[in-house]
């Protein structure tokens, strides 16, 4: 199976999606939290799951079954499990029991592929191709990055644990790289305001009371941290209207 490597270059992938595909305020104010129990766990999402491939949400699929096509571009059984695999993590790092959530871990993988493959399209008819020097760059860092992570100390150790190549590796950079040259070129940077920043703060406000916490930072100490918060927050609105937009324009066939 796929482990740190794969979901370290999953979640540079995806990540635009998945972030906001169940967004709300309160999660909002949570993401600190939330992006530490995930870095506390990283390390250990290869000891329990194991056999991920056939999971409750893709058992009677094959990796050669098509799921889906976009533009007649076909998507594979494989690549829906990989797709599940990464938000059966997701969910476990919330304290949610996949298992029990199936058909919609299922549709949302499936929902997340047909998106990166409409961006992938789109960016193709717009030239857009990073160069190799970039993703050598790219692939040195993640090389790097599982290192540290983990007792692994070398590439080919590293390559071979997560059971892949450094084609398929640099592949995957290379569409992260993609996908996010193409946001850049055709989603509009959001603008935070003041009335935002002071929703945000009394909403994070809120929650630490609710928690019996006592908030000590005031909104000025928090400026830096809620404007980029609420800059996620509505990149991610944005980014998922482009995507509807896409998908709205294209032709996709669920096949499962």
Same mark, same amino acid.
């Given at each position: 199976?796929?482990k740190f490597?794969?979901?370290i270059l ?10 906001c595909?169940?967004d709300?305020e309160?999660?909002n104010?949570?993401e600190e ?11 250990n ?12 949400a !893709? #058992?009677d699929?094959e ?5 889906? %096509? /976009?533009?007649?571009?076909e +998507?594979l059984? &494989? ?8 938000f059966?993590q997701?969910?476990?790092?919330m ?22 493959e409409?961006?992938k399209?789109?960016a193709k ?10 993703i050598?760059e790219e ?12 007792d ?11 059971d892949t190549s ?10 992260n790289?993609?996908? !996010? #040259? ?8 959001? %603008? /935070?305001?003041?009335?935002? +920043?002071?929703? &945000? ?9 609710q928690?019996?916490q006592?908030v000590?930072?005031?909104l ?22 482009h ?5 709205e324009?294209a ?6």
């Open positions: 199976m796929k490597l794969t979901a999953f979640v540079m992938l995806t990540a635009f999606l998945a972030a595909g169940g709300s309160g999660e104010n949570s939290t939330n992006q530490e129990e995930q870095n506390g766990e990283e390390n999402q290869e000891n329990n799951k194991e056999g991920n491939e056939d999971t409750t !893709t #058992k699929i990796d050669d079954q098509v799921v889906a %096509k /976009v533009n007649g571009t +998507l059984g &494989a690549d829906l499990k990989s797709s599940v695999s990464f059966e997701r969910y476990q790092q304290g949610q029991d996949p298992s029990k959530m199936a058909d919609q871990i299922q549709k949302q993988a499936l929902d997340n592929l047909i998106s990166i409409l961006v399209q789109a008819e717009q030239g857009i191709k990073p160069s190799e020097d970039k050598q692939y040195k860092k993640q090389i790097d990055q599982v290192k540290e992570a983990t692994l100390e070398s590439e080919e150790e590293i390559l071979k644990e997560n450094e084609k398929e590796v640099k592949e995957n950079i290379r569409q790289l993609i996908t !996010t #040259k193409y946001l850049e070129q055709n989603v509009e940077e959001p %603008k /935070v305001t003041d009335k935002d +920043l002071q929703k &945000a703060y009394d909403s994070y406000k809120k929650a630490m009371e928690q019996g006592k000590d930072k005031s000025e100490d928090m400026k830096d941290q809620l404007k980029q918060q609420v800059k996620n927050q509505k990149s991610s609105e944005k980014e998922m209207e995507l509807k937009q896409l998908r324009k032709e996709v066939e669920i096949l499962i």
